[in-house]
C-alpha cells in the first residue's frame, strides 16, 4: 500500500471512525507511558505521585520523575476514557458531572480512577445521570 491509498482510506473514514482512531491511538502512547512508569520508576515514587494524584487530583511530573509531555498524555487519555466510556452513554459530560460531585468524594473517585475501577465510576455517573433527569441540570439541592 502506497501513501496515496493511505490518504484515500483516510478520506472514507466518517468521523466517528477518526475520532475512534485518534483515540485508540492516544490511549497507546499512554499505555506505553504508565507500563514505563510501572517498570522503570521505584516503588516509592511510584506510591508518592499516586497518593498525590488521589488527594489532590493533579499528576505532577516532578512528583513521578516523568516527562511532562507523558503526564499530560496519560491525563488526557484517562479523561478521554471516562468521556467515551462513562459520561457519554449516559448523556452526560465530564464538566456536567464535576459539578455534581462532592469534592470530599473526590479522593476516593481518583482512587477508583488509578485503580481502574470503572464500575465505581459508572455507578457514581448513572447517579448523577438520574439526579438530573428527576431534578433537572441544577445541582443546587444536591448536597
Do not use: C
Not at 466517528?16 to 492516544?26: L, T
Not at 516503588?43 to 488527594?55: H, K, L, Q
Not at 459508572?122 to 439526579?131: E, L, M, Y
Request: aromatic content about 6%; proline content about 3%.
Amino acid at each position: 500500500m502506497d501513501e496515496d491509498d493511505t490518504k484515500e482510506d483516510d478520506k472514507d473514514e466518517t468521523e466517528d471512525e477518526k475520532a475512534d482512531k485518534q483515540f485508540k491511538q492516544m490511549v497507546a502512547m499512554a499505555d506505553r507511558s504508565l507500563d514505563r512508569f510501572n517498570s522503570d520508576a521505584p516503588a516509592e515514587v511510584r506510591d508518592a505521585a499516586i497518593a498525590e494524584f488521589i488527594e489532590t487530583g493533579v499528576l505532577n511530573p516532578e512528583t513521578a520523575q516523568v516527562d511532562e509531555v507523558e503526564t499530560a498524555m496519560v491525563e488526557a487519555a484517562f479523561a478521554l476514557h471516562a468521556e467515551r466510556e462513562v459520561f457519554k452513554p449516559l448523556g452526560l459530560t465530564s464538566a456536567q458531572y464535576s459539578t455534581y460531585v462532592d469534592e470530599a468524594d473526590m479522593p476516593a473517585l481518583r482512587r477508583a480512577l488509578v485503580s481502574g475501577d470503572w464500575g465505581t465510576l459508572h455507578r457514581h455517573a448513572q447517579a448523577v445521570s438520574a439526579h438530573i433527569a428527576q431534578h433537572g441540570d441544577g445541582n443546587a439541592d444536591l448536597y
